[in-house]
């Protein structure tokens, strides 16, 4: 396949993965865990098109972090039944946080590259975006896991208003990454 063929599909798996990531608003478990997985499965996809994509342009550096991207949402969607066989009883360790380190995952690997793409520049234009879009989920998620596993495993309410906020901001970063890399003019992606 060729690579602005490969580059629109990852722009699609990210918009598709954006709204699978939303679900993680919806306050219920058995939408938000599922969505969860959803959402790391399809931005795994987006960070291959990435890879694929543009993985001559990059540094080894860059090239690595997609492949995070791509390979620790995968280990974790092997993991998430294992924790289950082992019994973790999520409400009351607070082990509940590790069922939404997926897209966690995912976006720590676009930020990273992101970083690579600052220098590199890979892409035809907005190659800060990479790094603007992968940020925010990982920097809330490692903060809160951080808090939770300090203290006793219990939630942050002074910081909950706070949280839709950066899912919401989360979800319009990723709309608009998939959109650019949709948008990005075929010729221009091929010279990239």
């Not at 999520?90 to 976006?107: H, K």
């Not at 234009?125 to 990479?130: A, I, V």
């Amino acid at each position: 396949m060729a690579k602005p063929e490969l580059i629109k599909r990852s722009g699609w798996a990210f918009v598709a993965g954006a709204f699978a990531f939303i679900t993680l608003l919806s306050g219920s478990d058995p939408i938000a865990i599922p969505g969860s997985v959803v959402s790391a499965i399809l931005l795994a996809v987006g960070m291959s098109g990435l890879r694929s994509g543009y993985g001559e342009t990059i540094s080894p550096f860059g090239s690595n972090m997609l492949r995070v991207g791509i390979l620790g949402p995968v280990v974790w969607v092997i993991g998430v039944p294992f924790m289950a066989m082992l019994g973790l009883k999520a409400q009351e360790e607070g082990s509940w946080v590790l069922l939404f380190v997926g897209p966690a995952i995912s976006l720590l690997g676009l930020t990273l590259f992101g970083l690579d793409a600052l220098s590199s520049k890979p892409m035809p234009r907005l190659n800060w975006l990479p790094f603007v879009t992968g940020i925010w989920y990982p920097v809330a998620y490692s903060f809160l896991a951080g808090y939770l596993f300090t203290h006793d495993s219990k939630f942050p309410q002074q910081y909950y208003p706070a949280l839709p906020l950066m899912l919401l901001i989360q979800f319009l970063a990723l709309c608009r990454f998939g959109v650019v890399l949709l948008t990005d003019k075929t010729e221009e992606m091929a010279t990239a």
